[in-house]
């Protein structure tokens, strides 16, 4: 094998909330861990964001999506070559690209397993634009193997941190459990800010909510809470992956049906729900002790959430950001695909089928050359 050395890698991501293209510029060292060297948010144009959203809900035709698919290729790498004009070219790009669709079940038609995922971000549009070659597609070889394609960002977790409960907090929540004398496993919790960011844009006309301060302001409907925590993904025993495509909007619209009047009490009560289902995640599905939890992504950032959940956990337990560990709450996930892309480089398995569920440890990832 060739012998490791550090490579400056840009780590491009867009995850579940949408809301922009995190792009990091990262330095991924022979020991695995990754220094962020800098990054950016880049917002996707109105037509593309909007695009994305049709697809989310299953209202796009096939030549909108192969579109789409090239369109987002082009945000991913003008993204890129902000970071490429003031550092100069990394050795290679990472991109998680921006998920359409995650299919991760077992359904059989004539034999034929349909489980599957959609990542778009057309890597050759990236490659040429940036002249940099590209290694994107990571979820489909873990499902080829039998797992779920997710959470993949655990593999990143077990580098990076020592008996702890890593949790994100994006539009889905995702939790890695991380234990001396125990195997790493990881899963979706549940939803995230998907719904509180829906019904922030429905009722209040903003993207989401600032610091927890809507939450803040509104009552949590106990009788609500307790309905909403009934849905069945919340038993399901673990591998297990979630989406849009099952928190979607006709399900979102579905459950305000029978929510409070008040706005403020339902992004409350949704806020709730994140934090009241983690820490019912933990009592279900994790047997021993834990005395840590480290919250990244957008949720970390909202106090509310973050005080709500402080609150379902036992006392005992301590609750801390990446922040805390030297890691960007903003672009974890960012520098999680450029050491999976690092990985790949290398010819590194860089999945976790504890976490997963796949038959094996595999080299995820697919490369396409700058030119």
Same mark, same amino acid.
């Given at each position: 094998?060739?012998?490791?050395?550090?490579?400056?890698?840009?780590?491009?991501?867009?995850?579940?909330?949408?809301?922009?293209?995190?792009?990091?510029?990262?330095?991924?060292?022979?020991?695995? !861990?990754?220094?962020l060297?800098?990054?950016?948010?880049?917002n996707?144009p109105?037509?593309?964001?909007?695009?994305l959203?049709?697809?989310?809900?299953?209202? #796009?035709?096939?030549?909108?999506?192969?579109?789409?698919? =090239?369109?987002? &290729?082009?945000?991913f790498?003008?993204?890129?070559?902000?970071?490429?004009?003031? =550092?100069?070219?990394?050795?290679f790009?990472? $991109?998680?690209?921006?998920?359409?669709?995650?299919?991760?079940?077992?359904?059989?038609?004539?034999?034929?397993?349909?489980? $599957?995922?959609?990542?778009?971000?057309? $890597?050759?549009? #990236?490659?040429?634009?940036?002249?940099?070659?590209?290694?994107?597609? /990571?979820?489909?070889?873990?499902?080829?193997?039998?797992g779920?394609? @997710?959470?993949?960002?655990? /593999?990143?977790?077990?580098?990076?941190?020592?008996?702890?409960?890593?949790?994100?907090?994006?539009? #889905?929540?995702?939790?890695?459990?991380?234990?001396? &004398?125990?195997?790493?496993?990881?899963?979706?919790?549940?939803? &995230?800010?998907? *719904? #509180?960011?829906?019904?922030?844009?429905?009722?209040?006309?903003?993207?989401f909510?600032?610091?927890?301060?809507?939450?803040?302001?509104?009552?949590i409907?106990?009788?609500? +809470?307790?309905?909403?925590?009934?849905?069945?993904?919340?038993?399901l025993n673990?591998?297990?992956?979630?989406?849009?495509?099952?928190? $979607?909007?006709?399900?979102?619209? !579905?459950?305000?049906?029978?929510?409070?009047?008040?706005?403020?009490?339902?992004?409350?009560?949704?806020? @709730? +729900?994140?934090?009241?289902?983690?820490?019912? @995640?933990?009592?279900?599905?994790?047997?021993?002790?834990y005395?840590?939890?480290?919250?990244?992504?957008?949720? %970390?950032?909202?106090?509310?959430? *973050?005080? =709500? +959940?402080k609150?379902?956990?036992?006392?005992?337990?301590?609750l801390?950001?990446?922040?805390?560990?030297?890691?960007?709450?903003? =672009?974890?996930?960012? *520098?999680? /695909?450029? +050491?999976?892309?690092?990985?790949?480089?290398?010819?590194?398995?860089?999945?976790?089928?504890?976490?997963?569920?796949?038959?094996?440890r595999?080299?995820?990832?697919k490369?396409?050359?700058? %030119?």
């Amino acid at each position: 094998m060739e012998e490791k050395e550090p490579k400056k890698i840009i780590g491009l991501m867009s995850g579940t909330s949408c809301d922009s293209v995190d792009a990091g510029l990262c330095e991924v060292f022979p020991d695995f !861990s990754v220094k962020l060297i800098n990054g950016i948010n880049y917002n996707y144009p109105e037509f593309v964001r909007k695009n994305l959203f049709k697809a989310f809900d299953g209202e #796009i035709s096939i030549k909108e999506l192969c579109q789409l698919n =090239f369109a987002v &290729g082009k945000c991913f790498a003008d993204a890129a070559k902000i970071l490429i004009e003031e =550092f100069g070219k990394p050795d290679f790009i990472s $991109s998680h690209g921006q998920t359409v669709f995650h299919y991760p079940y077992d359904a059989k038609i004539d034999n034929i397993n349909l489980k $599957s995922t959609l990542q778009i971000g057309e $890597s050759s549009v #990236i490659a040429k634009e940036t002249g940099c070659m590209v290694i994107s597609n /990571f979820r489909e070889k873990d499902i080829a193997y039998g797992g779920q394609g @997710a959470p993949l960002v655990c /593999f990143a977790d077990e580098k990076w941190f020592k008996n702890a409960l890593v949790q994100n907090i994006g539009g #889905i929540s995702n939790v890695t459990v991380i234990s001396d &004398g125990y195997p790493t496993y990881g899963f979706d919790t549940g939803c &995230g800010n998907i *719904m #509180i960011d829906y019904c922030m844009r429905k009722y209040f006309s903003k993207e989401f909510d600032k610091d927890g301060q809507t939450a803040s302001e509104g009552n949590i409907c106990e009788s609500w +809470l307790d309905c909403l925590l009934q849905d069945e993904y919340y038993y399901l025993n673990p591998p297990k992956t979630t989406g849009r495509e099952y928190f $979607s909007q006709k399900y979102i619209e !579905s459950i305000l049906k029978i929510a409070p009047d008040n706005p403020k009490d339902i992004i409350a009560t949704l806020t @709730a +729900l994140t934090a009241k289902t983690i820490a019912q @995640a933990y009592e279900r599905f994790i047997n021993h002790r834990y005395d840590t939890v480290v919250v990244g992504g957008g949720g %970390a950032y909202n106090k509310t959430m *973050m005080k =709500f +959940l402080k609150s379902y956990l036992p006392k005992h337990v301590v609750l801390k950001t990446h922040e805390d560990y030297g890691i960007s709450n903003n =672009f974890k996930e960012v *520098m999680a /695909f450029a +050491l999976l892309g690092y990985c790949n480089y290398y010819n590194i398995p860089n999945n976790l089928p504890s976490c997963t569920g796949a038959e094996k440890r595999v080299i995820l990832g697919k490369v396409t050359p700058a %030119a």
